[in-house]
Each structure stands twice: as structure tokens, then as C-alpha cells.
């Protein structure tokens, strides 16, 4: 009998945040710092378009099992758009479709900005990931297919211009979840007539998590190992926006072997991170019948967040 094959790599848990350059995938982002840490297992939390650049947390080990989490979370970008040209992705990746004189003051770009704060709703491009019949929107777009879609409610909490000449346009935005900053490019192009794309992009927030304590690929290939692996997170930091639980000794025991806890400590029912003997023990649901039932728990201790106030 042949004996098991070893994972190739290091078995290494944490969250690195990564500043992804322009004109690479996230995935291919992900192989590069994987290649760094010598990784066994890595992962990210949603992708980044090879146009845009900024903050993209990558996962290894342990912090996988929590990747998907920070789908949810709210975001925020710096978008730049080009005024009075069109394009079919609506970035500046696609091929030209309209040219048009842009006559765009202040007020009346502040007048159009109006329009898209708050919930909004929003068509899906078709040059997208999201999938049709298991096939992503873009795949029919680049065969000349147009696919029905459907509008979607986001919200755009905050809609700031940075810098405002002539044809071009930066704006922060700060937004929901599912929110097509190439589409809200469009689509104010629009409003002021002209028409538009997006130009760049870099995301600066995804939840809590900043783009100012991101690192690029160059200076991760400069650290040493030791300081490279300092620079991972530990897996909690992709829940840091749910509620903290301590448990008991005891609790901590049976909450590692699987085991749903009775709980009587009055807080509403949800999803929350949990602890016990100082260590993150992993992702569990208070129910409405007053138990503790865990979701995904850690197979290795971690190093937990600084205690909250």
C-alpha cells in the first residue's frame, strides 16, 4: 500500500493583507503570496478586477475556513471616471462605443451625485461573474449573447468627489455588498448626458479592514521569513464585525469536540466569534431555542484580537 502523500508546502494559518497591482487577477495575486509563504492551502475573500488595485486579504490555512465572510461586509473604493466615452464593460478595458463632448460644471455633476446616494437599484453587467445557467455573464458576453438580468437593490452609503477636471472624475464610495462600481460609473455618465467609464479603481475598506495596513508583492518578496509571517493576521480579524462570546474552561471543551452549548447569558440570537482560554476557538450561532451551535471551528489554536473595551 502506498503511504498517504504529504500537502506540499507549509502548513501556515493567517490572513495577509495584500495591496493587489493593476493588470493581474486575484487569483493570480493569491499564487504569487503563496509562493512567498511556501503555503500548503490559501484562498481569497472576493475577487478584484485586473484593472483595479488596493486592498485584496488573502487567506492560508486555518483563516480559509472564514473566507467567505467578508463577502458580505460593506466597502469602500476610489473610483476615477473618464467622462464623455463609452465603453462595453463600462471600464477602461472594453472597446470604445461612444465619444461625446463632455459640458459638466460642479453643480451639475453634485446634482447627478445626488441621484445614486442611498439605496439604489442597479442591472448586473453582463461582462460579470454572475452566473447563468452555471455559466458566468461574461463567457455569453464575449460570445455576442446579451443575457436578461435582473435589477438589484445596493445602497451607496457615501458618494464624495476627491478631485474633480474637466473629463475626469474621483469619487469615494462607500457601498453595500454587490455594488458594480463600473455599472455607477455608467450610469452617471449618464445622468450628466456625456456618458462615462470607469477609469480606476482602488479599494481602500473592505468591513474594519484598511488598505493603509496592506502590503504589495515587491516589499513581501523583500522580508525576511520571520518578519513575513509576522505580517499575517490572525484568522479572527475576517469576523471582527460580529459580537465576541468567552467561554468557560468546560464550555471550551466541549464547543472543541463539537458539541452545541445551553445558553442562558440573555443576548439576542446570531451569529458570533467565540473564545475560550485565550484563543480564538472559531464561528458559532446563539438559536432562538438557547443554544450556543457551532458553524466552523479552528483544528489549530490562534493568536486572538486584542480584548475589546
Known amino acids: 500500500m502506498n503511504a498517504p502523500r504529504r500537502p506540499k508546502g507549509r502548513a ?19 499564487q504569487a ?33 472564514f473566507a467567505g465572510e467578508l463577502l458580505e461586509a460593506d466597502k469602500s473604493y476610489d473610483a476615477t471616471l473618464c467622462l464623455g466615452v463609452t465603453t462595453d464593460t463600462a471600464d477602461a ?30 442591472l448586473p453587467p453582463m461582462h460579470s461573474a454572475l452566473k447563468r445557467d452555471g455559466k458566468p455573464l461574461y463567457e455569453y458576453a464575449r460570445a455576442g449573447i446579451e443575457i436578461e438580468r435582473s435589477l438589484r437593490p445596493v ?7 476627491l478631485d474633480f477636471s474637466g473629463d475626469r472624475v474621483i469619487l469615494r464610495v462607500d457601498c453595500s455588498k454587490g455594488t458594480y462600481v463600473r455599472t455607477l460609473a455608467a450610469d ?30 515587491e516589499q513581501l518578496a523583500l522580508l ?11 484568522a479572527d480579524v475576517l469576523l471582527a464585525d460580529l459580537p465576541r462570546l468567552e467561554l468557560t474552561p468546560d464550555q471550551t471543551r466541549r ?16 451569529r458570533r ?26 483544528t489549530q489554536l490562534q493568536q486572538e484580537l486584542p480584548r475589546e473595551a
Open 12 to 30: 501556515v494559518d493567517g490572513v495577509l493583507l495584500l495591496d493587489k497591482p493593476a493588470g493581474i487577477s486575484s487569483n493570480a495575486a493569491l
Open 33 to 65: 503570496a503563496r509562493r512567498s509563504y511556501n503555503a500548503q492551502k490559501a484562498g481569497h475573500t472576493g475577487t478584484l478586477d485586473p484593472l483595479a488595485t488596493g486592498l485584496l486579504p488573502l487567506c492560508f490555512g486555518e483563516a480559509t475556513k
Open 93 to 122: 478595458e472594453g472597446q470604445v462605443l461612444e465619444v461625446r463632448p463632455v459640458a459638466v460644471g460642479e453643480a451639475e455633476l453634485e446634482a447627478a451625485l445626488a441621484r445614486f446616494r442611498g439605496e439604489i437599484m442597479q
Open 155 to 161: 445602497c451607496i452609503a457615501s458618494l464624495q468627489v
Open 188 to 217: 452617471i455618465g449618464e445622468r450628466l448626458g456625456c456618458g462615462a467609464h470607469l477609469a480606476a479603481l482602488r479599494r481602500t475598506r473592505i468591513g474594519k479592514l484598511q488598505v493603509a495596513a496592506a502590503i504589495t508583492l
Open 224 to 234: 525576511s521569513p520571520d518578519a513575513r509571517d509576522a505580517r499575517l493576521a490572525p
Open 255 to 270: 464547543l472543541r469536540l463539537g458539541q452545541p452549548l445551553p445558553w442562558e447569558g440573555g443576548e439576542t440570537e446570531g
Open 273 to 298: 466569534r467565540v473564545y475560550g482560554e485565550g484563543s480564538f476557538l472559531g464561528l458559532c450561532r446563539l438559536t432562538p431555542d438557547g443554544w450556543l451551535r457551532p458553524q466552523r471551528l479552528v
